[in-house]
Nanobody, 125 residues
Framework: VQVVESGGGQVQPGGSLNLSCVIS????????ISWFRQAPGKEREGVSF????????YYGHFVKGRFAISRDNAKNTVVLQMNSLEVEDTAVYYC???????????????????WGQGTQVTVSS
């Protein structure tokens, strides 16, 4: 199993980035996929979630309609589209996967089995 993120970079406040997570080794529609982020000195926190078999989506409270998560099962790819980026969005963003399950909150890091190496997002003027 491999989880590989890409698409990070540096943008100005108000800019946009699309993060991609390419997953190999299992059928994507059987897995829940989440994006987490970790800023220096802070806990890793859930950014967005998409459920494996229903496409149900959740977002962290700080997203406030600025981000959108989507999935292309044919390409085994999950994309996080981020708009109206703020300085506070600066962090390393991680893609994580777990077998689709109910009863476990999506933002609980320990429930995820597979993690990517992370991609840096820097929002700065």
């Amino acid at each position: 199993v491999q989880v590989v993120e890409s698409g990070g970079g540096q943008v100005q406040p108000g800019g946009s980035l699309n993060l991609s997570c390419v997953i190999s080794g299992f059928n994507l529609d059987e897995y829940d996929i989440s994006w987490f982020r970790q800023a220096p000195g802070k806990e890793r926190e859930g950014v967005s979630f998409i459920r494996g078999n229903t496409d149900r989506k959740y977002y962290g409270h700080f997203v406030k309609g600025r981000f959108a998560i989507s999935r292309d099962n044919a390409k085994n790819t999950v994309v996080l589209q981020m708009n109206s980026l703020e300085v506070e969005d600066t962090a390393v963003y991680y893609c994580a996967a777990r077998i689709s399950t109910y009863g476990s909150a999506w933002y609980l890091r320990d429930t995820y089995t597979y993690w990517g190496q992370g991609t840096q997002v820097t929002v700065s003027s």
